[in-house]
């Protein structure tokens, strides 16, 4: 008996290895199907206006690919020179920083402008970061290589997504199958309403930075800034403070009348997006309290970075929604 629990241990202990060796593949997986669930309203939307389903998918991808190269094709020069722009200025902006008082004071304590001159300097941030040139390279491949495979498997989830979810319930005892289909769908629903939504509110939080930026007068970085701040606005939490936090340091390095109106600017645009435009537009997709939220993308955030945050409110949505229909049913039961 002790040898066959040994090797039993043994057994779990290489199949827990082998699925850790696994984790970056699993994690394209779930990416890959959270963006399917989350572009199937669309496919749904066409189909309720009377198109077949395999000519509603191929709408949606077509539409896909085509803002994708859209995107590429416009935006990335755009950005790149813009990019181009802020780096040759960087070096001015950090003098602008050294002869301001109250950075002179800090730095005077610890030191930290000296020593972010030196790195930058000697180069060996690059080597410590991205290890060379070649490990620049391979980083640019990788994440090429990963977007494509996201995308091939976004269109395949998406195109057979019935047939899986049909699979997956089958699972189910053919008693409560039709009550495991019904929690299915809502969960699956309450994704796909949550990627729209965030998708929903980077937008408007870029369209808005970039409108702002050209009137304050950043217009050469507008498109460049307001990419940044709406990839970020994805992130829960954090990722609006973070575009702001940038957007703000470079206002104040071009002029500090800019960088006190960027200050404001994203201060009250902050509130308007957690108190107006999040909950209208989160309110029919998932429907959870402000509490367990932050605590949810926290969690999220430790045990899977920034692909946790992204998944860790849906995930709350469905742990919520299968609580309140099975657990707290039974125990109101008599």
Known sequence: MGFTGAVGALIAIWLGQQILSITSVLMLL???MFLAVGLNPLVELFIRKGVKRPVAVLIVIVG?????????????????????????RAPDWFKQLQNNRTVQSLNEQYGILDRAEQTLKD??????VFGGVVGVGLAVLSAI???????VLMLYF??????IKRFAYRFAPASRRERV???GDQILANVGGYVSGAFVVALCAGVSSMIFLIIVGLGEYAVALAVVVALL??????????GAVIVTAIGFATDPKIGLACLVFYVLYQQFENYVIYPRVMARSVDIPGSLIVVAALVGAGLLGVVGALLAIP??????????????RRQDVR
Not at 65 to 84: C, E, K, R, T, Y
Not at 233 to 242: C, E, H, N, Q, R
Not at 317 to 327: C, R
């Open 158 to 163: 998406l195109a057979t997504l019935p047939k």
């Open 64 to 88: 896909v690919l085509l803002a994708i190269a859209g995107f590429v094709i416009s935006m990335v020069p755009v950005i790149s020179d813009q990019v181009s722009t802020i780096s040759e």
């Open 145 to 151: 290589a990963n977007t494509f495979i996201v995308i």
């Open 30 to 32: 779930v990416v890959a």
């Open 315 to 328: 995930t709350a949505a469905a742990i919520q929604l299968i609580v309140k229909e099975v657990f707290l």
């Open 123 to 128: 180069g060996k941030w690059a080597n410590t």
């Open 233 to 242: 606005d994805v992130i829960p939490m954090i990722g609006a403070t973070l």
């Open 181 to 183: 289909t019904y929690l």
